[in-house]
């Protein structure tokens, strides 16, 4: 089981602050994450595979999409943050 929190506008839209899910697979990876919860349809396509760009943190350091998740990670997903 992987634990996944949603950040920010996230978790707005999402209307979901932390869950847990099982690994699909033995490698699996952030993509491969993604892929997964953008099938939820609505909100969760937009979100992570539409034109949003979704910053990842595994166990707090931001890693890329390639990155491979194990079991009792903590993933966080969030929007860049922007400033002015």
Do not use: C
């Not at 978790?11 to 699909?24: D, I, M, N």
């Not at 990876?29 to 979704?54: P, S, Y």
């Amino acid at each position: 089981m992987i634990d996944i929190l949603y950040f920010a506008r996230f978790r707005e839209r999402l209307g979901v602050e932390r869950e847990q899910v099982a690994l699909s697979t033995p490698q699996q990876t952030v993509a491969m994450l993604m892929a997964e919860l953008a099938e939820r349809g609505d909100n969760w396509a937009d979100i992570f595979k539409g034109t949003h760009q979704v910053l990842v943190a595994v166990n707090q350091e931001i890693v890329k999409p390639d990155s491979e998740l194990n079991d009792g990670d903590e993933v966080g997903f969030f929007p860049p943050v922007t400033g002015g």
